[in-house]
């Protein structure tokens, strides 16, 4: 009996290998396409951290062989995640800006923003806006206009080069790969007012970095002027929008210059808080006497 019992034993272990072979076959078939995945992330990472790398520093800090880096480098370069330089070495690509674009307007700036706007205006009665970047250009995702004699809302307004607006110039002054974008279309004027040569508009850059605001002086539009302070994503973190006002010249910079600037980094912080809590709630108005 024993004897015969014995080989029903190796057919049952036969039937449960079988039954396990295609989950088995499944989750080996997985296994490549998540290692994958996750070796791009870590040359994305590593580049976040980094302004460029070779391929054999991506391979190292990701911790993988040469050719396996070559060949996820090879992929985000034709998605347009990854840009190779002149000497062979690799950058975030213009794709990421693009999709941050997105990611900022359909989610926490396009909700935040307009409340946020509405209370700005009221406090500074010019024009207010945010811009994000795309490309070598600003975006306006979200705009409230002054409410002053002279306003701003020409129909070609929601986008422009950043060399030429206060919120082009903090965007580019505070991320790297839009001012490159920028540089490769090149700087053609709005006025003559407006920065066209390279080695100018760094400097401008160098500025805005140290005083903590950009402003535009007749670049745009003659008689019109505007002063941008940058958002960020957290209180230490990168700088995802910018917010402006835009007016005449004689209101926005000289005298009023100052309290400008204040007016527009208090929003800019309450953005930046809002954006890291992921709500906005509008703040209650206190009566005025």
Do not use: F, W
Not at 14 to 20: D, I, L, N, T, V
Not at 121 to 139: K, N, Y
Not at 164 to 179: D, E, N, Q, W
């Amino acid at each position: 009996m024993s004897a015969a019992a014995a080989p029903k034993q190796p057919g049952k272990s036969a039937a449960k290998q079988a039954g396990g072979a295609p989950a088995a076959k499944k989750s080996a078939a997985k296994k490549p396409a998540l290692q994958s995945v996750g070796i791009a992330l870590g040359v994305l990472e590593a580049l976040a951290v980094a302004p460029e790398l070779s391929l054999s520093e991506l391979a190292r800090r990701v911790g993988v062989a040469k050719s396996t880096a070559h060949r996820t480098c090879s992929v985000l370069t034709d998605s347009g995640m990854l840009t190779r330089t002149d000497a062979g070495k690799y950058r975030l690509g213009l794709r990421l800006i693009e999709l941050g674009h997105l990611a900022t307007a359909r989610t926490s700036v396009g909700t935040h923003a307009l409340p946020l706007l509405v209370d700005l205006r009221h406090a500074l009665g010019e024009t207010v806006q945010i811009g994000v970047p795309s490309g070598g250009d600003v975006v306006y995702v979200e705009r409230v206009e002054g409410n002053r004699a002279l306003r701003y809302a020409h129909e070609n307004s929601r986008r422009g080069p950043v060399h030429r607006s206060s919120c082009g110039k903090v965007l580019a002054a505070h991320i790297p790969a839009v001012l490159e974008a920028r540089l490769k279309k090149g700087l053609r004027p709005s006025t003559g007012y407006t920065i066209v040569v390279p080695d100018v508009l760094h400097a401008e850059l160098d500025k805005i970095r140290q005083r903590g605001y950009a402003k535009s002086v007749d670049e745009t539009e003659i008689g019109m002027a505007s002063i941008a302070v940058p958002v960020r994503s957290t209180k230490d973190g990168p700088v995802v929008a910018a917010i402006s006002m835009v007016g005449p010249t004689s209101r926005v910079v000289g005298d009023s210059e100052t309290s400008n600037v204040a007016t527009l980094k208090a929003a800019s912080r309450k953005l930046t808080e809002l954006l890291e809590l992921g709500d906005y709630r509008l703040p209650r108005r206190r009566p005025t006497s």
